[in-house]
């Protein structure tokens, strides 16, 4: 019996024991963690889905208070109307351009003194515009809208300027907003948080966050200018999108190449 009891630690177990309490405790992480892992990329997935739903709230009410227009591809100042425009120019950048429907604390003459940069914090601080998945922090903005505009086919295409809400003819179809590039190269933050920034302040920065040509959804290879812009897996098999009737989905990533689901229908030439 003495021999026995020597056997024993001080919390009463013997070494065998203790193993066996262990192992059954590595073994219940080990069932636990891929379910963990689980919730919470469907936590940021929900996240995510929220934003694009604020996000499409504001589109609806900038449209109300800008006669219809809804913001396509952006840039640091407003460039001359393509030749099929039927509207006066229009680049403002959809995140510049929102500011004001989803920041509270955005002052009353924001638009006033649109063209001296906005708040000059590069939307550092506005979560909305920031999904939970994207993997770069550097980036303040993790979506980028569709500034794309198809010819008659559906193969070639230009960049679009604002754009009226009665002209995207299957709004419910046309994804208006979706996820924003990983930028392993960080040649995007680069570009939209140096040069940009410095000249043209959070108007700059919102520049960058577009999609203006089919390349951009579509390329196998990563690049701010003739690559892809797009992340059509950021939530596993698929990526979250804004329609432009405001629902916002999951879509699977092989939808999200698809030109037809950034097409407003409505081809200019």
Known sequence: MDKYRATRGRSG??????????????????????ALAQARRGAQRTACVSNLRQIGCALQFYARDFNDFAPREGHYFDRPAPSWARKPASSIPWAFAFRPYVDSSTPGDYYSRMQRGGEGDRFEFLSVYKCPSHPRRAHFIQYA????????????????????????RRPSETIY????????????????????????????????????????????IENYDRGRRLSSNRHGSGSNALFADGHARLIDAEVLVMRDAWNDWTPRF
């Open 13 to 34: 177990f013997t070494l065998i024991e203790l193993l066996i309490v262990v192992s059954l405790i590595a073994l219940l992480i080990a069932l636990l963690l891929p």
């Open 177 to 220: 907003l979706s996820e924003f590039t990983d930028d392993e190269s960080a040649s995007f933050a680069a570009n939209a948080y140096g040069v940009a920034y410095t000249n043209w302040g959070d108007r700059g920065v919102a520049s960058w966050y577009d999609l203006w040509s089919g390349i951009h959804i579509s390329s196998p």
């Open 145 to 168: 809208v569709n500034g794309i505009k198809f010819d008659r086919t559906g193969g070639r295409d230009e960049l679009a300027t604002a754009t009226t809400l009665d002209e995207f």
